[in-house]
């Protein structure tokens, strides 16, 4: 298998992306919420074994640059159309977790040629339907809490920084997703709306003890885009690819009809 992480220069030249590209076959496009790269790594490394995974880390997150003129989903969203281009894959499968769930949406819309389907895995990006039901913010809460909302077994699963390099890079990570996706919080108000035009085939995933964005807005979530396929996973939260990996990548390649290429 081979394994390459380098810098991509992207809108001419004025961004560099940190990007892995590791095994062969049909591609995915692996996208990281506000946890980082490292909670795609082992999604993307098993899908690696059969297929190629594209894992970039988004600007301004785990050491990374961000130009200051680069702070919107769109920017995120742009940068990954521009990166397809640049590797010239076709039949692209995009996954997104948390708000890579919302790029991969986002990027579904834009009808790129070069885009087969998405996955989309406890996704944020959709309002909630009620003024009264708000997306948790975990960073506003004690890790303990935090924890239980983000795993179903936050005791096998959960892993703390105990560092405070860990630490600072964790804090990083939060700010990045901030500058991104903080105003209005995680959400966009009219991409509920705008999933009617999807025109990609649309696998959603859900934790069914996800207590970030619970079962109730992944069925509004995927009720939203059309003859889209919602598929819950049981003892899993916001993280399934990570607490039930193996039922996962059962869902994907059912989707797409087999493995890699």
Known sequence: MNTVENAVPLFARTLQLAV??????????????GAGPASVAGLAEALSEDARAIVPTHPG????????????IDDLVLA?????????????????NSVGGWIAAEMGLR??????????????GIDTGSADRKIANPMELPPETRLALAYHDPKRFAVMP??????????????AQMVYAGEPYMHSPTLRTRLAQMNVPALVIWGVSDGITDLEYGR?????????????IEEAGHFPHIEKLNKVLGLIYEFIGGHGD
Do not use: K, T
């Open 162 to 175: 105990q560092s405070p390099e860990a630490l600072a890079m964790l804090a990083a990570n939060q700010r």
């Open 61 to 72: 997150f785990a050491g990374q640059s961000r130009p200051d003129w680069f702070h919107r």
């Open 20 to 33: 892995q590209d590791r095994g062969e076959g049909r591609a995915f496009l692996v996208l990281h919420g």
């Open 80 to 96: 990954y159309l521009e990166l397809l281009e640049r590797l010239d894959v076709n039949d692209v499968v995009v996954i997104g």
């Open 220 to 232: 509004r979530y995927a009720e939203s885009i059309p003859n889209s396929r919602f598929e819950p």
């Open 111 to 124: 009808q790129s040629s070069r885009i087969a389907a998405i996955v989309l895995i406890d996704a944020v």
